[in-house]
């Protein structure tokens, strides 16, 4: 999924909640995923990968490695086009990016970082990722934790490999390191889960109902909240910055309830903010030297 929105509600689109606040879109890029059917890639090159059928495929092998290089390549565009223009408007060094996934993006991005880091990336058919260009990562409704071993891991291994690697807010760094970067996890706390015992084959499906059902699959429970989609307890990771956001939901469905709307993004953006100043301070002090910085021409990548 890119950044999207309902034709009838237009205003509800990330980029569009962005802009409202001040943000260059010239600096905010959205990964290029025009259509959901890109997903069934997953399926289409993880079809003949012996490691994906057995559920022990790590995220760079054929079934998601093509989405961890467009995170890459995507990384790679914006720092040569910050370059290419000369802005010191960031800092005095190379440009800041902040990655902002919405649901698988928010665990795909933690494993990009993971995986096509420096000290990683060098092995894979994708560009590295240098950490020192990365501010952080602020994921929303993002599943990070797999299911308990009884349950099928649709990820066929991937999310629990990518959390065997780099557990939790991996890179956050309370020491000062210059290649520490924040980490915000973001969940709507809308829906909770009951199972819905149909009296027809024709009866739909209730939103409590579907809630069971996913949560169920995502963390083998089904009567807990979360955001329709993603139980509460699958979207935090641990040391990192957690945020609970009561009656949010998953899905640009609810285009006045949704992470992205208008009416919503202020929850977790002003405390993006102040995560973004005092990491930009903290690698100024590393740096013994002042930062020059405007917040809203730092560039943003959106999954």
Not at 54 to 75: C, E
Request: charged share 20%.
């Amino acid at each position: 999924m890119s950044d999207y929105y309902l034709s009838q509600y237009p205003e509800g689109s990330l980029v569009q909640s962005l802009r409202k606040r001040g943000w260059n879109e010239e600096v905010i890029r959205v990964l290029p995923l025009p259509k959901r059917s890109d997903w069934l890639q997953v399926f289409w090159k993880g079809a003949f990968d012996p490691q994906f059928w057995a559920g022990q495929a790590p995220p760079i092998r054929p079934a998601f490695a093509w989405y961890l290089q467009r995170i890459a390549n995507t990384i790679q565009e914006m720092r040569n086009s910050e370059s290419e223009s000369g802005s010191e408007s960031i800092s005095t060094t190379s440009p800041k990016i902040i990655l902002i996934g919405h649901s698988a993006g928010g665990w795909l991005a933690r494993a990009a970082l993971g995986y096509l880091s420096q000290s990683n990336g060098k092995e894979e058919a994708s560009p590295a990722i240098p950490l020192e260009c990365i501010l952080g990562l602020v994921t929303l409704g993002a599943p990070h934790l797999p299911p308990p071993p009884q349950i099928m891991d649709m990820t066929r291994g991937a999310l629990r490999i990518t959390n065997e690697q780099f557990p939790g807010a991996y890179y956050q760094s309370s020491t000062n390191e210059p290649d520490s970067l924040f980490y915000l996890t973001v969940m709507g706390d809308a829906v909770r889960g009951v199972q819905q015992v149909r009296k027809s084959p024709w009866e739909p499906t209730v939103v409590s109902g579907f809630a069971y059902n996913s949560y169920e699959a995502v963390c083998g429970q089904g009567d807990v909240t979360g955001d329709g989609v993603v139980p509460l307890e699958s979207g935090h990771l641990d040391q990192a910055k957690q945020l609970t956001l009561p009656g949010i939901f998953h899905s640009i469905n609810r285009p006045d309830q949704w992470y992205g709307s208008d009416n919503v993004i202020d929850s977790w953006h002003d405390v993006m903010l102040e995560l973004v100043g005092q990491q930009l301070e903290q690698e100024g002090s590393n740096k013994k030297q002042p930062w020059n910085f405007d917040f809203w021409n730092l560039p943003i990548k959106i999954r």
